[in-house]
């Protein structure tokens, strides 16, 4: 507020109303990151107050372990929020001192395709660590990048990602095959991509279903079921296929149908996001409807 007065009895009222710690941002609403953090009037507010008081806005001043400590004491806080030096790199913590950049970048890519992190949010925290190094070759690079094969190009770690793309695959086709061995279905049916030929069951209002599970790593993001699917039927000046997607309450899983030319398809397989549900549904329309997925200009020129 307006004056080191105001800003305490502010915070006074707000420790009635019980809660259990404040943050505390050390600059009024008319400053930016580059005006000097108002350490003085966070240390009158942690006297001041009896909760645990979290001082923020010192990122300028920070850039080791050592810098924190000495905030957190200037300020007589309990604790340090730190946002874009964390960003910057997230290996500010340590006591011993932070580590380069560069290999920061390259456990946390690892760490990304370990926990098969979403490409964009990987591309985005990246380019937070990169953010003085984007001029870079890397950094050039890494803007044009479209997919996290492609990001782990950039810094040597093709193998790596092959190599935790093909362990996932197995363990994912190993737990399918137990659970199909466990609900008694067939075993043999892993994926449309193995090209086997089951016949569909027809459900009481006309959908035809298969058993089908989609491996996301059978198919690049260019190639995707709904992608071969769509592009069939544009070709065929067919309307676009439509999703009707439903959520299971009991375990929140999803199933989709999938409805083209008045045909509905769907997978009995329920899949843990929508997202693999509409995928699994173009899976079952792509296997009756005998549409090759892995070919995309077989399919172009059929």
């Not at 502010?10 to 350490?39: F, W």
């Not at 507010?45 to 010192?58: C, D, E, R, T, Y």
């Not at 098969?116 to 190094?133: F, I, R, S, V």
């Not at 079921?225 to 309307?239: D, F």
């Amino acid at each position: 507020l307006p004056t080191v007065e105001e800003t305490l009895e502010l915070v006074t009222v707000i420790e009635a109303t019980g809660i259990s710690a404040l943050a505390v941002h050390g600059r009024d609403k008319n400053e930016r990151s580059q005006d000097p953090v108002h350490s003085d009037v966070i240390k009158k507010i942690s006297q001041k107050l009896s909760i645990p008081v979290i001082a923020n806005g010192a990122s300028n001043d920070i850039n080791s372990f050592e810098d924190i400590m000495k905030f957190r004491e200037l300020t007589s806080s309990s604790s340090v929020m730190i946002a874009r030096k964390a960003q910057w790199n997230p290996s500010i913590f340590r006591k011993d001192g932070p580590l380069p950049v560069n290999e920061v970048v390259k456990e946390y890519i690892k760490l990304a395709v370990d926990y098969d992190n979403h490409d964009g949010n990987t591309k985005y925290c990246l380019a937070q660590m990169m953010h003085e190094n984007m001029d870079s070759v890397e950094g050039r690079r890494l803007l044009s990048a479209h997919s996290m094969q492609e990001i782990c190009d950039i810094w040597g770690l093709l193998s790596y990602y092959e190599e935790a793309i093909k362990t996932r695959g197995e363990k994912i086709e190993k737990l399918c095959l137990r659970e199909r061995q466990e609900l008694g279905l067939q075993s043999q049916f892993s994926s449309l991509s193995k090209k086997l030929k089951l016949d569909p069951e027809v459900t009481e209002d006309g959908t035809l279903e298969l058993y089908v599970h989609f491996n996301k790593f059978e198919f690049t993001d260019a190639q995707t079921p709904k992608s071969v699917l769509y592009e069939w039927t544009r070709k065929r000046n067919i309307p676009p296929p439509s999703y009707n997607t439903i959520q299971r309450k009991k375990d929140n899983m999803f199933k989709s149908i999938l409805t083209v030319e008045d045909q509905r398809y769907s997978s009995s397989l329920w899949e843990k996001n929508k997202r693999f549900a509409e995928q699994s549904a173009a899976m079952v329309a792509l296997s009756v409807r005998n549409i090759n997925t892995h070919t995309r200009s077989r399919l172009m020129d059929d």
